[in-house]
Nanobody, 122 residues
């Protein structure tokens, strides 16, 4: 059984919205979403501390994306609004047993989901 299982995603036109979800099997201190376009480096999109709820966002998505965590459902969400074609990527749910690092959260994750595709057309 996978530790992180993503759902949601799909295709939408620019300006639209999508939500991706990730059920985590174990408890983690930091949960997040990382995206990758084929041939490019991974980009940390957002992270949330499961204790305290501090949130972190990449500059490219601030004001458009929102991460949240439902402790009762063991689910982390990424609400994506005002999507742009450059948001097209494979989105991975990610987790770390350590607290989110304010300066390095984008590269700290140690557990990964399988990924889910998000396509935004112009």
């Amino acid at each position: 059984q996978a530790n992180l299982v993503e759902s949601g995603g799909g295709s939408v036109q620019a300006g639209g919205s999508l939500r991706v979800s990730c059920v985590h099997r174990w408890n983690y201190d930091c949960l997040g979403w990382v995206r990758q376009v084929a041939g490019k480096e991974r980009e940390g999109v957002a992270a949330i501390a499961t204790v305290g709820g501090d949130q972190y966002y990449a500059d490219s998505v601030k004001g458009r994306f929102a991460i949240s965590h439902d402790k009762n459902e063991n689910t982390v969400y990424l609400q994506m609004d005002n999507l742009k074609p450059e948001d097209t990527a494979m989105y991975y749910c990610a987790a770390d047993h350590f607290r989110c690092f304010a300066r390095n959260w984008q590269t700290q994750f140690e557990v990964w989901g399988q990924g889910i595709q998000v396509n935004v057309s112009s």
